[in-house]
């Protein structure tokens, strides 16, 4: 539990200005310096949730890493890509080990519930994140962002193949923080898996035009939804809406697998010189 610190005494004081620098460090994603400074102060108090959150923090922030690595800088494949794809595994597994006990340490602390939930997602378990962020949502003063609780808890739905539920709660996300770019793209979805191609592609346009979406960190969303309004302009028959979706998602993060689907799902769309 202490990751190899020594027995020390318990001290609240030390544990939390530890706990504090941990932050900070995590803030600069400086991972290694934010597990070291948590593991102190947990050491300094064994029973202090927020040390623990952190710490599963570092290590959840290390899968993202990962998952960045392997589907973002460049769409690995083999035995590269099964090395990340571990690696990632590995991560999001201690990384809940810790957010568990948070919660059983600190019932109310509702982040960690809700990034548990994030991850039980990214392991297929949609009926456990959905329970995970309803107990959540049952302390939404504890959480960092309830739209985006909820536009998770959406996409559980979603991945549980509910779109009925999964339209419900993102369309509760969008009310809580309108023009959020996740539960806008995921609404996308949710209409493009339904056939309502129109409704789904003013979805992907949003995120596409909304000044909120243009920064360098939403990169990633903005090449899907270009992937999926480009796959949504093809059932249409609108090629030429088509064509320019593909090729603004070529431009984006061009090692990335998305930019792989573009290429590959939008081959036959030609150029518009043809």
């Not at 590269?80 to 957010?99: G, P, Q, S, T, Y």
């Amino acid at each position: 539990m202490l990751s190899g610190c020594p027995s020390v005494e318990q001290n609240p004081k030390k544990s939390n200005d530890r706990l504090d620098i941990a932050k900070d460090f995590l803030s600069k994603h400086q991972l290694e310096a934010a597990e070291n400074e948590a593991n102190k102060a947990i050491a300094f108090l064994q029973s202090n949730d927020e040390a623990f959150y952190v710490r599963g923090a570092v290590n959840y922030v290390r899968a993202g890493d990962a998952k960045k690595q392997l589907e973002i800088d460049g769409c690995l494949t083999g035995v590269d890509a099964e090395a990340i794809a571990r690696e990632m595994d590995e991560r999001l597994v201690a990384a809940n080990k810790d957010f568990v006990h948070a919660t059983e340490l600190a019932p109310t602390l509702s982040e960690a519930w809700a990034i548990q939930g994030v991850v039980a997602t990214l392991q297929g378990a949609s009926d456990d994140a959905i329970r995970l962020f309803g107990k959540a949502l049952e302390n939404p003063a504890r959480l960092t962002s309830v739209g985006l609780t909820r536009a998770n808890l959406g996409w559980a739905y979603f991945q549980k193949g509910d779109m009925v539920a999964a339209a419900k709660e993102l369309l509760l996300a969008v009310q809580f923080q309108p023009g959020m770019c996740v539960a806008t793209y995921r609404l996308g979805r949710v209409y493009f898996e339904r056939k309502e191609w129109e409704k789904a592609a003013e979805q992907f346009q949003d995120v596409r035009d909304q000044p909120d979406c243009q920064a360098a960190a939403q990169s990633s969303l903005q090449q899907e939804a270009r992937l999926y309004l480009m796959k949504t302009r093809i059932e249409q028959g609108l090629t030429g809406d088509a064509r320019a979706a593909r090729d603004a998602c070529l431009s984006i993060l061009p090692k990335s697998c998305f930019a792989a689907q573009c290429r590959s799902e939008g081959a036959s769309l030609g150029s518009d010189a043809e």
